[in-house]
């Protein structure tokens, strides 16, 4: 089984709306259901779940319910990883492929979706990057520089991250037996507890923004 795995649990609070911003229109349509469309409409997807706020579980799986692909929505946690460990729930076939995605990000496109798919063939962890087209540096507690980083090697990631289930639900594992266990995203779990685990980046676009400003939104309505 291929499953994507949407996170909806967002608050948007720095989007200043009284309504979390996967929930909000563009074209008349959420950001959480373009979403939905282009995991449903990709062929190597067999099944989506979609974790969510507990107060929001209702309107998602109405919002869902024309997508015959959506198999489970799961409310979620306080934190982004309490999200994952609720998609682990019901993801539970040890070789099955994982994609985890932000809900905020609608416009990721079918070929990342396929380059993700394609890297966990040969891979157990994969995630999506675009190289860093900025100078980036490295400060002290004074905000003053300390070192320039060399920008070949960095990247920015996006979403998906890919895994098989196994290596992802034992990252989790080993992580919640840590009492500093905090992580931002799931390639992180991995690399921290499983650190012989190759994670492969595989090619983003610029257009699979995540939506985080209210201009951002405006930016692709029509």
Do not use: W
Not at 35 to 55: E, G, K, M, Y
Not at 168 to 196: E, I, N
């Amino acid at each position: 089984m291929t499953t994507a795995i949407l996170l909806a649990g967002g608050s948007g609070s720095r989007f200043g709306s009284d309504k979390p911003k996967q929930f909000l229109e563009i074209d008349g349509c959420t950001v959480l259901e373009h979403s939905i469309r282009v995991f449903q409409q990709c062929d190597l997807i067999d099944s989506i779940v979609i974790v969510t706020r507990q107060d929001f579980v209702d309107e998602v799986r109405q919002i869902a319910a024309s997508y015959s692909k959506v198999m489970h929505v799961r409310p979620g946690g306080r934190e982004r990883y309490h999200s994952t460990l609720s998609a682990l729930e019901v993801c539970t076939g040890p070789d099955d492929i994982l994609l985890i995605h932000d809900a905020v990000r609608p416009f990721v496109s079918q070929d990342i979706i396929r380059r993700c798919i394609g890297a966990l063939q040969e891979y157990d962890a994969c995630g999506v990057a675009v190289p860093c087209t900025d100078t980036t540096v490295r400060v002290d507690a004074d905000d003053c520089i300390v070192e320039t980083l060399p920008r070949h090697t960095l990247r920015n990631m996006q979403t998906p991250q890919g895994f098989r289930q196994h290596i992802l639900r034992k990252a989790f594992d080993l992580g919640l037996q840590d009492p500093g266990f905090q992580p931002t995203d799931d390639c992180g779990v991995v690399r921290s507890y499983l650190p012989d685990v190759p994670i492969k980046t595989v090619a983003g676009e610029s257009s699979n923004i995540k939506i985080t400003y209210p201009e951002d939104l405006q930016r692709f309505s029509r």
